[in-house]
């Protein structure tokens, strides 16, 4: 008598399943910055995963901090919420009246949010949710594709002849601002972009990390 062995397939996760999807012509570029639309996201996932849904969460309105938007995304009995703030063009925080701060280079102003810039904030934010699930998350991390298509390594600045960066260094405090501006675009793209001009010590790495996680 013989017997057969039954062979099971593992089911694909939902984060296996759209983590693998390359989204690289969906993309938008604006300011350096990678946008994947909320149109493609969906439509993206609705086409692997076609029991997915979403909701928009209450505001959260504060005088002093400004808006932040909230979205829930459930897929195959799973639901993930994401958040984020009302920005402007610069990654300033936007309040409901407009206001100034100052920087190095002078006196910046930030206009009062309207309700196109919550509108934004919100399909934003769903499509965040969406990297949470998966889809287009290598994005956010500064890398070009998804993580079945290259192997991802952390991005560390070349050696070369560029002046070395510090904690200590005068351009350190520079640096921080502009880490802190870019915040949005992920700790690689971040150092790749400084590394263009500077060679970063490990201490510097690790702050950079801290201040963009």
């Known amino acids: 008598m013989t017997t057969t ?16 999807i390359n989204v690289n012509k969906y993309v938008e570029k604006k300011s350096n910055l990678t946008y994947l639309s909320w149109a493609n996201a969906w439509s993206l996932t609705k086409s692997n995963c076609p029991d997915a849904t979403y909701e928009i969460g209450e505001m959260l309105v504060d005088n002093d901090l400004g808006i932040m938007c909230y979205t829930s995304v459930t897929i195959d009995g799973e639901t993930l ?19 100034s701060y100052t920087t190095r280079y002078g006196e910046k102003q930030v206009a009062a949010a309207t309700a196109f810039d ?68 992920g700790y690689n793209a971040v150092v790749k972009k400084i590394s263009a001009s500077y060679t970063l010590s490990d201490n510097a790495l690790a702050e950079i990390k801290k201040i963009t996680k």
């Open 81 to 99: 919420t994401m958040w984020l703030p009302v920005m402007d063009s610069k990654n300033q925080a936007m309040k409901k009246v407009p206001y």
């Open 5 to 20: 062995k039954k062979t099971t397939t593992k089911k694909q996760t939902t984060f296996e399943k759209l983590s693998a």
């Open 118 to 185: 919550i509108n934004k904030t919100i399909m934003r934010c769903l499509v965040k949710n969406l990297a949470m699930f998966g889809l287009g998350i290598y994005l956010y991390s500064g890398d070009d594709l998804p993580q079945d298509t290259i192997a991802q390594e952390p991005i560390k600045p070349t050696p070369s002849k560029s002046e070395v960066v510090d904690t200590d260094s005068p351009k350190w405090e520079a640096l921080v601002n502009f880490c802190k501006e870019n915040k949005a675009i």
